[in-house]
């Protein structure tokens, strides 16, 4: 079941903050983020495992609520570098990542 | 550098052509993937093999056919593709097939069917 991301497309103004929504309608035992430009390779960002620990590093952080079935990645403080799309990539316990539709994101100076 | 690479980058192909796409690993991974990127539908996974074995077959047809010599090879054989089998198609590599390891991907090769 893929999941679903929630906005589909943001733009923010550098130095804005977003928050990106991955929810799943079957229980999920982790979460990656990637992001991907255009033209480019999806880059690994991070991976929640089960337990709602949350993770960061520089000004990208997310959560996971495994009893909502849903994680959140935050963006602090936008630099012109986050923009992309960025995916959220679920293990609903088939041995295998679903991934989102992914979410734009566009940042302007 | 990701340490993931895919050749071709671009490729054209007629319906009755066959073609192959290679993908290596330099992060001396045990697992590697294909997946396909079509323009506003997620990731979808075809492939993945783990310890050269194919540990999953995501309902993929025929006419893509998969070959993993070794860990650090992966092989996407193409035989008579349709139009709707443009795409992107993207090389990934774990340490191991299960989900709870990062995956870096290739560059993709860009696949258009004529």
């Known amino acids: 079941q893929q999941p679903v991301q929630s906005p589909q497309a943001v733009i923010l103004r550098e130095g804005e903050d977003a928050v990106i929504n991955c929810s799943s309608s079957?229980?999920?035992?982790?979460v990656h983020w990637y992001r991907q430009k255009h033209g480019e390779a999806p880059v690994f960002l991070m991976i929640?495992?089960?337990?709602?620990e949350q993770k960061g590093h520089d000004k990208i952080s997310a959560s996971f609520n495994e009893k909502k079935q849903q994680s959140s990645l935050y963006l602090t403080a936008s630099q012109l570098s986050y923009s992309g799309t960025y995916f959220c990539g679920t293990d609903q316990g088939a041995q295998k990542l679903v991934f989102g539709q992914g979410t734009r994101l566009t940042i302007n100076p | 550098e990701t340490g993931v690479t895919q050749t071709p980058r671009h490729l054209v192909m007629g319906m009755t052509n066959k073609k192959s796409l290679k993908c290596e690993q330099h992060l001396g991974h045990n697992a590697m993937y294909w997946y396909k990127q079509s323009a506003k539908k997620p990731l979808e996974l075809m492939f993945v093999y783990s310890l050269e074995e194919r540990v999953e077959n995501n309902s993929v047809p025929s006419r893509f056919s998969p070959e993993c010599p070794n860990s650090s090879h992966l092989f996407l054989h193409l035989h008579t593709l349709q139009p709707e089998d443009s795409a992107l198609y993207l090389c990934?590599?774990?340490?191991?097939?299960?989900?709870?390891?990062?995956?870096?991907f290739g560059p993709g090769t860009r696949l258009t069917v004529t």
């Open positions: 990934a590599s774990s340490q191991d097939g299960s989900p709870g390891y990062e995956q870096y």
């Open positions: 079957k229980a999920l035992y982790s």
């Open positions: 929640l495992l089960k337990g709602g």
